[in-house]
């Protein structure tokens, strides 16, 4: 008969047999200080540089009756003004994700001579200073410029006109539709694309199917950066508009030309009319950025068997 264990007689458990415990947050190493201290440096800091400046403009025109506001946003003038500089920046913003997918594609799948020249020119309008590039687009389009002594006899005028804001404005967009893309369109798989063809699908289907969805939450982000960059523009677009009132004036040269007046009140007015309509316009794009994500999360887990993250 073998001899009887008893429980006393087991050997401990060893350090390496029990569960790991994470440690509290406040004790787990981290590059940065600690969450108090990070948060509070961060709130600090966005208070400082975006609170209180916008706080600033919104309590000078509080010093405004409700009929002085109104009269001043509502002044034609002022309108459109408003309605130039949103319309030609959608317009710019539009052209900008169009052919800043193309530019994005032709720069991740195709290897050719002179690349990374054209890679970095791409950068050009981040680094040019935008009165230069006004200065420069104006030389190009005027009447006797490079391109506008041939553009005006076909009855297209570009400079002082609006035409030329939505030139301007799709200049300085570029680079952020490009940027955003081209690293989302790097970490596609190709071979999603070598297997739907495999499967039959068309060119178009494989980009409608399988690319589109894969880079459209990116295509939205740089469409937003782009529509908001072109939104404040004053520099490139000051000189090839021409700033002729009811015709080729943006908002911000009417802010500007306030400011001239020392009609504080009515130039914060305007700008807060600006910041309250660009505000709601990216929060519409932020909320169809998060809907497209979680109807691509839906997709993908719908597709899985008992929505398992995992097939084996």
Known sequence: MPPSISLSDAPPPSVQDAPRRLAPASQRFTVLPGFGLSLGFTIFYLTLIVLIPL???????????????????????????????????????????????????????????????????VDLPFALPTAVAGI????????????????????????????????????????????TVQPVLEDVERELEEAAASLGATRLQTFYRVILPAILPALLTGFALSFARATGEYGSVVFISGNMPMVSEIAPLMIYSKLEQYDYAGATAVAVVMLVISFVLLLLINLLQAWTRRHQSGARASALPDGNPEVN
């Open 55 to 121: 706080s600033a403009t919104f309590l000078k025109t509080f010093t405004m009756t409700w009929d002085q506001f109104w009269t001043t946003v509502s002044n034609p003038r002022v309108v459109a003004s408003l309605e130039l500089s949103f319309g030609a920046s959608l317009v710019a913003a539009i052209i900008n994700t169009a052919f800043g997918l193309i530019v994005a594609w032709v720069l991740v799948r195709y290897r050719f001579f002179g690349k990374r020249f054209i890679d970095a020119l």
């Open 136 to 179: 420069a687009l104006t030389a190009l389009f005027a009447g006797n410029g490079w391109l506008g002594r041939y553009l005006e006899p076909l009855g297209i005028k570009v400079a002082f006109t609006p035409l030329g804001i939505v030139v301007a404005l799709t200049f300085i967009g570029l680079p952020f539709v490009v940027r």
